[in-house]
């Protein structure tokens, strides 16, 4: 089998991400990373697994379903190539709760502010 060539890093931000994978059970954590090996191997992702939200500049998610339920982690890009992870949690209802965007918009704030040194 041929070597995958990387065209994306994903990186995850403070501790946000590894706070939710002690939440979850091992099958979740082991599809999280099917889907992370799609986002840093293939050039187009498909909009199942990675898409922007509405109404929030530069705020992606990257969308999980394991046994029934489905996960979201909120991201954004950085340097074209770059995948930052924020929070992440499991979703129960149709729409995407305002609270989960509202701390997304909040960390991607603070990434950005930190890397430009503020």
């Known amino acids: 089998m041929a070597r995958r060539e990387y065209i994306r890093t994903i990186v995850a931000y403070k501790e946000y991400f590894k706070d939710f994978k002690r939440t979850v059970s091992q099958q979740v954590i082991d599809k999280f990373y099917e889907i992370f090996l799609y986002i840093m191997t293939m050039e187009v992702i498909p909009s199942i697994y990675f898409r922007s939200v509405e109404g929030v ?3 992606f998610e990257i969308r999980v379903e ?13 340097e074209g190539n770059l995948v930052i992870l924020f929070n ?13 965007i509202d701390k997304a918009k909040r960390i991607m704030k603070a990434y950005f502010q930190e890397k430009k040194g503020l």
């Open 57 to 59: 500049k530069g705020l």
């Open 66 to 78: 394991e046994g029934g339920n489905i996960y979201r982690v909120f991201c954004c890009l950085d």
């Open 88 to 100: 992440a949690f499991q979703k129960k209802s149709q729409k995407t709760p305002q609270s989960e």
